[in-house]
């Protein structure tokens, strides 16, 4: 008799790869077990058939995803986009806009703090709430209601460094033991719930200037990837950024973003629209108009097949998101075909042979071996570190077979770990 992970999980993880983009590997096999097991508790279901029959329905399927998507986010987490957009209004968007209503996307805003965050930060700049419009996206339904309350408790607030010249206090208001947004800064958020990784995805929307999408793009299977950042290029004003996690330079690389400025080297331009059909990759004036179609098309789900992820538990960030519909401006964005990797072609091994070792140094090694020992490393790879090399200095050779990191035991695991999430941020996905 088959297990319930051999019945039920595969499909799960189809289900989730296909509705939403998520990559289960990515959140990892535990994370999602759990969820599983407690949904299935709670609709008091024993058969792992059953359960799968019921998540093709949308509302047990919603519910499941609110257990995989976990909220993690705190107010001007990480200063460095913050600082960015600072820069950005001041040095490049004013000047060329003056009377224009400056307009950011955050995707996914997760629980609020990350788009209220942006509000305050222009508000400290000395704008008015009209002048700045900051629309926050999340597929969970749970963060939206809450992110629309804009209370928040102790542990939205750990960032303690100050960006803005007024106090973070004066934007907001004590109720209790939760700490609620003043209506200055709310009068310019506004939150919906969608699907990032849905085919139609705000056809009609006024682009924006800046889009922040931190740490989302790791969790997506490379299909849901792709077509995220086609609608980021769509919705992004011509000279507009998108502003990327620090786990995510490798995506942008392959999509072929550019950094504009090397102070901040996290928020991406977009080049040239890129074509999968043409050999170069360029959009052309002939394929200009087809790449509309791309967005026309029936829906199909995102992945075939995906085998099942391994046991190995990963920071637990949510997945896909979206962003906000009713807009009230009749301009439209250009639609592009998502962009494709460069191909990269395999490193050859060196044909060069290499160099025969010196005769001299080879004889006087032999003479100084013993007659009838065993054939052993190289003398070089037997000395102390503070051993005297061949010419009379000191010569650190690592042991063969072994890295730096993996020099010290006791520290090994330690020094893997930081060097492997030095480029994450503060806490991963969200």
Not at 145 to 158: E, I, L
Request: hydrophobic residues 35%; aromatic residues 8%; contains cysteine.
């Amino acid at each position: 008799m088959k297990s319930f992970v051999e019945v039920a999980l595969p499909d799960v993880f189809k289900l989730l790869a296909r509705r939403i983009g998520l990559n289960p590997d990515s959140v990892g096999l535990p994370l999602i077990q759990a969820a599983v097991n407690d949904h299935m508790d709670e609709l008091g279901l024993d058969d792992a058939t059953a359960y799968v029959e019921r998540l093709h329905g949308s509302g047990e399927f919603d519910e499941l995803v609110e257990r995989v998507v976990v909220p993690e986010t705190w107010f001007f987490r990480d200063l460095e986009p913050y600082r960015f957009l600072q820069h950005f209004v001041r040095e490049r968007w004013r000047p060329r806009h003056p009377g224009e209503r400056l307009r950011v996307l955050s995707v996914p805003c997760s629980t609020g703090e990350e788009s209220y965050s942006i509000t305050i930060t222009l508000l400290g700049l000395g704008w008015s709430p009209e002048r700045f419009r900051v629309d926050g996206v999340d597929i969970s339904r749970v963060g939206i209601q809450k992110a629309r309350t804009g209370s928040f408790g102790a542990n939205s607030f750990r960032e303690k460094t100050p960006i803005v010249s007024r106090p973070l206090d004066s934007f907001f208001r004590q109720h209790g033991e939760k700490r609620v947004v003043c209506d200055e800064a709310r009068a310019a958020a506004r939150f919906t719930r969608a699907n990032l990784a849905d085919l139609e995805f705000l056809p009609d929307v006024t682009p924006y200037d800046v889009i922040y999408c931190r740490n989302l793009l790791i969790y997506l299977v490379p299909e849901a990837r792709e077509r995220a950042l086609a609608h980021f290029n769509r919705l992004l004003q011509p000279g507009g950024f998108v502003y990327l996690g620090h786990a995510e330079s490798g995506v942008a690389s392959a999509a072929r973003l550019e950094v504009e400025d090397d102070r901040f080297l996290f928020a991406f331009r977009f080049g040239s629209p890129v074509d999968p059909s043409s050999p170069t990759g360029l959009l052309t004036p002939a394929t200009m108009s087809r790449s509309g179609e791309f967005f026309k098309l029936p829906f199909q789900p995102l992945v075939t097949d995906i085998s099942s992820p391994t046991a190995t538990p990963r920071d637990h960030s949510p997945p896909p998101v979206a962003a906000p519909v009713d807009d009230d401006s009749p301009r439209r964005a250009v639609p592009c075909v998502p962009p494709t990797a460069p191909i990269v072609e395999p490193r050859q091994p060196s044909a060069t042979p290499k160099p025969a070792p010196s005769p001299r140094r080879h004889a006087a090694r032999s003479a100084a071996a013993p007659v009838n020992s065993p054939p052993t490393e190289s003398p070089v790879h037997r000395q102390r570190p503070s051993d005297p090399g061949p010419r009379g200095r000191e010569r650190r050779t690592p042991r063969r077979g072994r890295s730096a990191l993996s020099a010290t035991p006791g520290r090994n695991r330690s020094a893997r770990r930081s060097v492997l999430f030095a480029g994450h941020d503060s806490s991963g996905a969200r």
